[in-house]
């Protein structure tokens, strides 16, 4: 089994900064994609960001230019940095892993979601 633990969740101001972490632990053979998402109250999941093994990364028009995901493939691990952040961008966040835990079973993982509030 694999545990995918999220930090960094929090309140900050209109304008500021969060960097948000999630790091797999358990079965694993190689990771594969690593993505963010967010749930706001009322509303659907949404996906906000990508990071391949390659490192090519895919966002969400409503983050491009603000947030930047990234990966530490040393510590299974993968970060979102939020700048400029807006009311708007309020919401649970969580991340989703697709990874080998074997040379042959290929398996999907969330995280357990942490809260982002952007309020004056």
């Known amino acids: 089994q694999v545990q995918l633990v999220e930090s960094g969740g929090g309140s900050v101001q209109p304008g500021g900064s969060l960097r948000l972490s999630c790091t797999a632990s358990?079965?694993?053979?190689?990771?594969?994609?690593m993505a963010w998402y967010r749930q706001a109250p009322g509303k659907q999941r949404e996906l906000v960001a990508t990071?391949?093994?390659?490192?090519?990364?895919t966002y969400a028009d409503a983050v491009k230019g603000r947030f930047t995901i990234s990966r530490d493939n040393a510590k299974n691990t993968v970060y979102l940095q939020m700048n400029s952040l807006k009311p708007e961008d309020t919401a649970v966040y969580y991340c989703?892993?697709?990874?080998?835990?074997?040379?042959?079973?290929?398996?999907?993982?969330w995280g357990q979601g942490t809260q982002v509030t952007v309020s004056s």
């Open positions: 989703n892993v697709d990874l080998w835990n074997t040379p042959i079973v290929r398996q999907n993982y």
């Open positions: 358990g079965s694993i053979f190689s990771m594969i994609a």
């Open positions: 990071i391949t093994t390659a490192d090519t990364t």
